[in-house]
């Protein structure tokens, strides 16, 4: 079984900076890539960024410049770095990861339980 736990959301006004984590646990042989997606009131969830095994990321249109999405391989960690925050990027971001498990073989898309980001004044 795999467990991905994240943390580091909160309220945070506009402009400002969080960073989320992401550990998974549990019978692992590897992971591949591993990602934040995020979702708005009534809006369907949207890949924000994703990062490789070999380190290669993708970042959605909106957040170019402004989040970094990284990873340490030794930690079974994703981490997002969110600087210059807007109000539209308010929702709930959950981490994804493609996870090989050693018992049983198989690989696997995992999810988070999400964490609440909130930019308000």
């Known amino acids: 079984q795999v467990q991905l736990v994240e943390s580091g959301g909160g309220l945070v006004q506009p402009g400002g900076s969080l960073r989320l984590s992401c550990a998974a646990s549990g019978s692992i042989f590897s992971i591949n890539a591993m990602g934040w997606y995020r979702q708005a009131p009534g809006k369907q969830r949207e890949l924000v960024a994703a990062?490789?095994?070999?380190?290669?990321?993708n970042y959605a249109d909106s957040v170019k410049g402004r989040f970094t999405v990284s990873r340490d391989n030794a930690k079974n960690t994703v981490y997002l770095q969110m600087n210059s925050l807007k109000p539209e990027d308010t929702g709930v971001y959950y981490c994804?990861?493609?996870?090989?498990?050693?018992?049983?073989?198989?690989?696997?898309?995992?999810w988070g339980q999400g964490t609440q980001v909130t930019v308000s004044s």
């Open positions: 990062i490789t095994s070999g380190g290669s990321t």
């Open positions: 994804n990861s493609r996870i090989t498990t050693i018992i049983p073989i198989r690989t696997s898309d995992y």
